[in-house]
Antibody, heavy 117, light 111 residues
Framework: QVQLVESGGGVVQPGRSLRLSCAASGFTFSGYAMHWVRQAPGKGLEWVAVIWYDGSSKYHADSVKGRFTISRDNPKNTLYLQMDSLRGEDTAVYYC??????????WGQGTLVTVSS | QSALTQPPSASGSPGQSVTISCAGTSSDVGGYNYVSWYQQNPGKAPKLMIYAVNKRPSGVPDRFSGSKSGNTASLTVSGLQAEDEADYYCSSYAGNDNYYVFGTGTKVTVL
């Protein structure tokens, strides 16, 4: 069965960096685009970024453009989110999700990132 | 990248129907047949309930249905059950500039 497991969350000071990982199993990782989606405490879902199945294209939300970078390592079945210049408003649970043709058909359990001094 | 607009709350008694709207623009909901709906229970990851406007993934009860008219999509839950109480989010592909956008979310309460 499809399994997505996020890791790398934690407490970080404003302005610092953090890298999230998402380990995928149970499907052919290299055959799917992948997304990051976040949810601030008590708030709604916010799309963050997507990367093509082969890494050839990437798109980021305006709110993170220039600060966050999505990437992937297909031989390692792992998705990444490099987060730089973190701000308080980046505090959220970060989910990775599989793209089944413009729909997010499988989600991880999420990892919490808290940006605070 | 503006979020799609949903009502904050909706409710119904067991066995009744509830419909949630999702208002977008011609650049997202109205421009593509890639509207999806997700159910989220407290502390849990979202779950795909509807995709491509009106298609149900395997395992989703046929009580859940989707539709679209112009720039507004809708999710209808018929024959409400207690287990349907959750937050629901719509989403849409929005082209290569904005790519993907979620709705503001609707809390469904079963009275």
């Amino acid at each position: 069965q499809v399994q997505l497991v996020e890791s790398g969350g934690g407490v970080v000071q404003p302005g610092r960096s953090l890298r999230l990982s998402c380990a995928a199993s149970g499907f052919t990782f290299s055959g799917y685009a992948m997304h990051w989606v976040r949810q601030a405490p008590g708030k709604g879902l916010e799309w963050v970024a997507v990367i093509w199945y082969d890494g050839s294209s990437k798109y980021h939300a305006d709110s993170v453009k220039g600060r966050f970078t999505i990437s992937r390592d297909n031989p390692k079945n792992t998705l990444y989110l490099q987060m730089d210049s973190l701000r308080g408003e980046d505090t959220a649970v970060y989910y990775c999700a599989r793209d089944g043709a413009y729909r997010l058909d499988s989600w991880g359990q999420g990892t919490l990132v808290t940006v605070s001094s | 990248q503006s979020a799609l607009t949903q009502p904050p709350s909706a409710s119904g008694s067991p066995g009744q129907s509830v419909t949630i709207s999702c208002a977008g623009t011609s650049s997202d909901v109205g421009g593509y047949n890639y509207v999806s709906w997700y159910q989220q229970n407290p502390g849990k990851a979202p779950k795909l309930m509807i995709y491509a406007v009106n298609k149900r993934p395997s395992g989703v009860p046929d009580r859940f249905s989707g539709s679209k008219s112009g720039n507004t999509a809708s999710l209808t839950v018929s024959g409400l059950q207690a287990e349907d109480e959750a937050d629901y989010y719509c989403s849409s592909y929005a082209g290569n500039d904005n790519y993907y956008v979620f709705g503001t979310g609707t809390k469904v309460t079963v009275l």
